[in-house]
Structure formats: C-alpha cells, structure tokens
C-alpha cells in the first residue's frame, strides 16, 4: 500500500443548527476542507453518519453529498458504524487512497441530531445498541454507560470525583475551542450537583446532542507537496475491530476489548506505542468512556483510568493530554461527524495551528472513536512529516 | 492492487420470513458462503444494508454481524447506498482484498423489510430519494419510476406491452430459481391486467418487499486455489459512480448516467465491452428499470430497451441473457442483500451451477445495482478464470 497523508481538514460551529439541513452542514465542512487542501477536484468520498434515516429521513448520503458538493459523478460511499462512523470512514478513505485506486479522497462526517424531540433522539441513538437483547428492555444508552461505570468502580475503586474530572477537564480544553458546541468551563461542583440520568452519570457526565460536520482530503504522501505549504500530516496506523454488540455477553463490562484490539493493530502497523504518542483524541460520549478508552489504549494501567484526569496526567500540559480539542463532551457529539472531527483537531494540532490549546511540539497523536458501548472502534495514528 | 477472486458465495431462501430475525437470516447466508468457499477462518467484513434503522430499528451492522457470526475481532463495515448498497459493498471488499489490507474478506449484504407495514416500508425506501425536494411533495419510488417510464416512452415510444415483457421474462427465468421469493411464471395478460400502481407501472412492473441476505468470499486470485476446487471467479473490473439524488435535476430523467459512468470504469479497468459480456445481472426493481439499465450499460442502444425483452434479446437463450436468477422481480428485492445476490448468481453461472437456467458456456459477466432512481450505482464485471 502507498503512504497516506492528509492535506486539508474542514469543520463549522457545532450546535443545534436549526436554520441549516444535513446537506448544508456537510457541505460547508467539506468545502472548508478543500480550501485547506487546495485540490482542484476530488476522485472519490466517504460520508461516515450513523442513522440519518431516523433523524432526518434521508438515506442515500453518497448521492446526495456528491451531488450538493456538486462532484458528481464520483464514487461516494455512505459508512455506518454507530457513533464510529466517521473513524472508519477515515479508514476506508486511507485504504482507498492507499490500494492506488483513487488518489484525492475527501472523507466526511455528519449527523443532524436535533430536529427531533429528546425522545426520537434517544431511540435513534439506542439502535447503535443491541435491538433485541438491550433495547428491548428499555436500556438507554446512558444506562448501558452507567452499568460500565459502575462495573468499573466496583473493580478498581473509581470514585463519581474522577468521573466528573472528566468533564472538567475537557470543557477546560473545550473553552479554547471556538467551534465547540460548549465551549465554557465547568467547575467539579457544577458536575457533581448536576441532575443524575443514569446513576452515577449526572447530565455533565454526558456529551450533548448536536449538529455537526466534519471533513478531511487524504492523498498519496508523495503527492501531498503539490497542493499544501502547511506541514503534511502523515495516518501512519490504522486498526478497526469489533466486541460484541451487546454490553452484557462482555466478559467484563468495563473494558473495551474492541478498542485494544484496534490500538494494538494502529500501533503495530505505526511503529509506535503509547509513550510515543504527544495527544489523544478519545471518544468520551461519557466521562467513563475516556476512562475506559485510555486503559484500552495502553496510556494508563488497567483500572487506573480514573485517576487520570484527577491528577491532571490526561489534561492540556500533562504527561499524555486527551481531547483537547474538549472531546465529545464540550464540542459536542454529532455522532457520524465526531470520529472525523477528531481527525481536524489532530491535524491543527500536529501543524501547530490550534492557538491557546497547542500541545507544544506535537508530532504524533492517536485517534480513537467507537460505536455504541464499544462494539466496534476505529484507532488511527498520525505524524508530521 | 492485487487480483481478487471470489471463492464462495451463499444466499438462503428469500420470501416474508417471519420466523427470523435480520440477524438470523445474515448469518444464514454468510454461513453457506464461508461454507462453499472453504475457509475456516474470515479476516475482515462488509455488511451491505439499506435502512435498517427504520425497518427494524437496528443500526450498528458491523458490529451485531460480526458478533452473531462469532468472528470478532475483526473490522465489520456497513455499507448504505440505498438498494445499491450490495454492490458498494462489494467494491470495498474489492479494495480491501486488493490494497494487501486484508486477504479473506466476507462481503454480505441483508434487508429485513417485512416486519412492518406497507406505509411504513414505502416511507423507509423513501429515505433513498430527496427527503427535501422529493418525498416532502409526497412521491414515492413507484412514482418516481412512472415519470422515468412516461419520459421514455415519450422519447423512445417504448409501449407499456414492452414494459410487461420484462416482469414475463424475468418470472420465466425465476421459476427456475428455487430461492425466488416468487418463482412462478406471469403472462403478459397478467401484467397488463394486474393493478395500477403509478401510471404506467402496475405492481406486476414492481419489485417485491422482501426479507434476505446474501454473502460472497473475496481473497487474492493467487491463493484462491488454496481453498476451492470449484472454479474460479475472478473481479475483473470494479465501476461506482453517482448522479444528483433527485430525478427532476436530470438533463434527461429517462437516462441513468451513474450507471453509464461506472459501466465506463467497469468496462475499461475490465478491459472488455458489451459484446464479451454472457450475462448481465441488473438492477429492475421496477420494469421500466431494467430498460434505462441495459441503455446505460452500452447492451442495446440508447431508446432501444423497451424492444430488448420483447425480442427476446435478453432471455435466456437470447444474444445477452439479462437477470436469468429472476432479477429483483421475481427472485425479490431485500434492498441491501440485492448487489449481493446479484454476485451469487454471477458466481455460480461461471461456474456452471445453475441447473435449467444455466447460461451456457458463460464466461464472463457484470453486475449492476443502483441506489434509488439511479443516484449511485456499482458496476462489476466477473470471468472465469
């Protein structure tokens, strides 16, 4: 396979974008994209969305992409992987991209999550769980996440504090972040006094529904110079895998055996591990999430992810930051687009571009995003060239 | 990129299979393919599906499959492009077996469409059109597919006996298919007796709602030999493309430019034609379908279709033998499992498997399956090695 860089990275104010449609959000992130990249054309496209056939009626997201993007008649290919969906979008762009069957791939993602009720919207989100054994039985999503939770404080003694540490930390990072849907600091006693939903997660243990779009143009590396001055950032690992789908047939809930199987996948193909890694993009659509996910991606031991965040291991100017960019729960959660967005801010971050929450002298960094409670994951690594 | 072989195929009965659940009747059919192709053990998964988030309130495909398979870890994509999403889902196993990313890849695809109502699965397919400028206005793909027809026959002077002639070919040819939803033959006295849907198709003109699946195993063409005594298939040519999603947008609505495009790629990397071609399976979920389709693929003249099956041309037996497993008319249409299907029947005609219909000394072959009225398409061409 050819090496695969990305030359161009797009993304618009994430929020509840009620005078804009699916198709506008997507656009104007993936024209901002290839103003970045400065192409002239794309060859092909992905469009990672978990389920806009439940929020918004409309399947068929290559078609009508390429044809508001006005690109037809280019291949375009709708992936679905839950709330993963816009990571492995990025590896089937990178796959693409590197068998030398397309050379400029422009990879997308989107969700419209807020022109339905909280109600429609739970349902939607629930069909990323297990239909007939989870759903069935009335489980939302954050009760799955609340069962994690609990399963992991159980084991390893983590505490409601370092959950909510969690929260605080990443909307530290997300008040840097001007294109987050909240981008304002919370403190520890605003967390841990907010309204429980699923006990132990209050509702600033959660990420928020939102919409949002994201984009990035992969290219060969040896082609890269010809369109960009910026800093060329360089996918060298990618690992995709799968759990269960189903939270209870793991044999312990609290770890994400789908996302080590990817970390040790991206790693090895990278040539790289944990400690060479300068910032984590983690999928912390729950505070427990983040911590799970870095004990999965080897940051941390296992079980020692709670105390990540409260000893400040995991925050902007720490050993290993994650989610600087205020992850999923202060940019907001647009879960087809989040896995894409990820990508943005790794490759800002690995140019030098983010302003106040630069992690100095990042060189290489690690996406990881996953659908439903872990049961698929897409991890990339990336470096500057 | 490396040759790709296709070494198994595997598809179950197809009809209203109300004692099954989608997962059941994927698993079924990945099942028979693992099976035929000798394999013991799958590197990678694509799962080709529609709208299962509305059907049957299920998204997440990747992971639910692979789980049910019992193959986790590894990586499971779902692919959506509307009732091309088979197809697509070929093309990626295609390129991941090609890229060296993956050396076994399980292509499937599966729709359940029969568990709920007739409004309701108008209303899911409908999510294949534009949500904004076409479904808001309430037309649905019967009569999206009726204006196609009027603008032919209005161009071309295709008559509405021409259209019935390809229910009455496709039905001969299913009633050799036991798989068939419906394999029994049809008259032209019964087409054009039968009830009008939208003018001018009556519902012997339409494509069935169905429930089934259908899976394919991709490996490199140097090792097919490792795991199969049957005959080889190889990938010859891989063509997607797509065209705006709404038809009102289109120079000429009767005219399906995504599927001429992807023909053009199909055609070319293949490095054959139209002449080389033994069979075609394509995409006639409605009658006037399968007219603009052979058009598109170069098989007969641009305004000529309507003429194809009442010639007989495009019987079994005739000069370009078109959907001899029954097609989408009679062998049924579950939207996601259909550019699936389409490779079963491919495969096992190369091979010399078919029994009665049997396209005799077949060589060399193409699949065609679109996504709505023909805003994506994926085009393949297939030889025996």
């Known amino acids: 396979m050819r090496d695969v860089a990305i030359i161009g990275v797009g993304m618009n104010k994430w929020g509840e974008l009620w005078e804009k449609s699916m198709r506008d959000i997507y656009v104007e992130a993936a024209l901002l994209a290839i103003e970045d990249a400065g192409v002239d054309h794309i060859d092909s496209m992905y469009v990672g969305c978990m389920t806009s056939g439940l929020f918004v009626g409309q399947e068929h997201l290559g078609s009508l992409m390429a044809d508001y993007l006005n690109v037809t008649p280019i291949p375009a290919t709708r992936i679905e992987s839950a709330c993963a969906s816009g990571g492995v979008a990025l590896r089937h762009g990178f796959i693409e991209v590197g068998s030398g069957m397309s050379d400029i791939v422009l990879v997308g993602g989107v969700e419209k999550m807020c022109d339905v009720g909280g ?45 909510a540490h969690v929260a605080v930390k990443n909307h530290d990072h997300g008040s840097m972040n001007p294109l987050a ?15 429980m939903i699923a006990d132990p997660l209050r509702i ?21 110079k010809k369109f960009t001055k910026k800093p060329v950032v360089q996918i060298i ?10 939270l209870h047939t793991r044999e312990d809930m609290s770890w994400l055996g789908a996302t080590a199987r990817a970390a040790e996948v991206a790693y090895k193909m990278a040539g790289v591990g944990p400690d060479d890694l300068d910032l984590v993009e983690a999928h912390d659509c729950f505070t427990i999430a983040e911590i799970c996910v870095i004990e999965a991606l080897g940051l941390v031991d296992r079980g020692q992810g709670g105390k990540a965040a409260e000893s400040g291991l995991t925050a902007l100017g720490g ?14 959660h647009p879960v087809g687009a989040t896995g894409v967005a990820q990508v943005v801010e790794m490759v800002e971050q690995l140019r030098g571009e983010v302003g106040e929450r630069q992690v100095e002298g ?5 996406t990881q995003t996953m659908g439903g409670t872990g049961g698929s994951t897409a991890v990339h690594i990336f470096r500057r060239v």
């Open 119 to 163: 109600g429609e919207a739970t349902y939607a989100l629930s069909t990323a769980a297990d239909q007939e054994y989870e759903c069935y039985q009335g489980v939302t999503f954050p009760g799955l996440y609340a069962l994690m939770a609990h399963r992991h404080m159980h084991l390893h003694g983590t505490t409601q504090e370092q959950l």
């Open 181 to 195: 849907q909240y981008p304002f600091k919370v403190t520890l006693e605003q967390v841990l006094s907010s309204v």
């Open 204 to 224: 600033l243990d959660c990420s928020p529904i939102t919409d949002g779009a994201a984009a990035a143009i992969l290219c060969p590396l040896e082609m890269a």
């Open 237 to 246: 690992g990618s690992g995709q895998a799968t759990d269960t789908i189903a």
């Open 319 to 332: 050993k290993i930051p994650v989610n600087v960019s205020g992850g999923l729960k202060a940019k907001g």
């Open 362 to 366: 990042a060189r290489v960094g690690l």
